[in-house]
């Protein structure tokens, strides 16, 4: 049986645990409404602009621009997987970790089709790095305050690759914000410009007429189109992230709670069984005299 100044240390311990895992619950808590008032901003703007040029994807010659261009000929993917700096956030990397891991199962060993791989977080980067694969790019230390020059950069990082000669696609794997209690693992593909169904493009009769020249208006627009699927990724992952370490630490309060509110009763019945035998030990000792 332990001792009594063992068991209030460990009291001690929970406590201390649990007033940590309470402040990260309220830093996260604060930082998820600034984080879900962007992602709510911004979400319409990206999905209608993706929308957009999907459709326009189907009416555009796809040699008008290399972004376009959707080449036949098996090439290699590039994969961007996009994780958080810092771990106790539940699943949330795991799960990352795992949709690129699926992914990379899926597409690798086929002729032509092997993955490379660009890095956006910490561990993501720690986790595919230390197996040796294929790594592009890498990126940490974004998360603190994701700005539209970070989602510039990694785009033209993917802009770069998939016009070189080996690359012929370029995937998002993120944790899509959906709730405080949800977040799903998408894999999406950035490049080239994924066009819609033929179905689709049927109930949208939109006809373009392009001012400047198509060429002009597509160099300008589509490399700015690529930036903003980029930053949306990032807002929707950092959204995510402080979702679900909100949603851990919360846990990890209640269930420091329950340990101390155990440990408490069990150091009372260690106190109250040590009473009751030098209670016994006074009075055996007494009549013995």
Excluded at 199 to 204: D, K, R, W
Excluded at 242 to 261: G, Y
Aim: proline content about 5%; aromatic content about 6%.
């Amino acid at each position: 049986m332990p001792s009594l100044i063992d068991i209030r240390r460990r009291v001690r311990a929970t406590k201390s645990t649990q007033q940590i895992t309470k402040a990260m619950k309220m830093v996260s808590s604060s930082k998820l409404r600034r984080a879900q008032e962007r992602i709510v901003n911004s979400r319409p703007y990206a999905q209608e602009m993706l929308r957009v040029f999907n459709n326009l994807a189907t009416r555009v010659d796809p040699s008008a621009h290399p972004l376009l261009k959707d080449d036949p000929t098996p090439g290699r993917t590039l994969l961007v997987v996009i994780t958080a700096d810092r771990g106790l956030c539940g699943g949330f990397n795991t799960n990352v970790i795992k949709g690129a891991s699926q992914f990379l199962a899926d597409h690798t060993g086929d002729p032509g089709r092997d993955v490379a791989l660009a890095l956006v977080g910490r561990k993501g980067r720690d986790f595919f790095v230390r197996r040796g694969f294929d790594v592009k790019y890498e990126e940490v230390g974004l998360f603190q305050n994701v700005q539209w020059p970070h989602a510039r950069a990694i785009a033209k990082t993917c802009i770069d690759e998939f016009l070189a000669p080996d690359i012929s696609s370029v995937y998002l794997v993120y944790n899509e914000f959906r709730s405080i209690i949800s977040q799903r693992v998408v894999v999406e593909r950035l490049l080239p410009i994924p066009k819609l169904e033929p179905e689709s493009a049927a109930i949208n009769t939109v006809d373009y007429l392009f001012e400047p020249a198509p060429e002009q208006l597509l160099n300008l627009l589509l490399p700015y189109h690529v930036s903003v699927q980029v930053a949306r990724a990032l807002l929707e992952s950092s959204a995510a992230e402080h979702a679900a370490r909100m949603t851990a630490m919360d846990a990890a309060t209640r269930n420091a709670k329950d340990m101390v509110d155990r440990l408490t009763l069990y150091m009372n019945k260690v106190r109250q069984a040590s009473i009751t035998r030098e209670i016994i030990e006074i009075v055996a000792g007494a009549q013995s005299v």
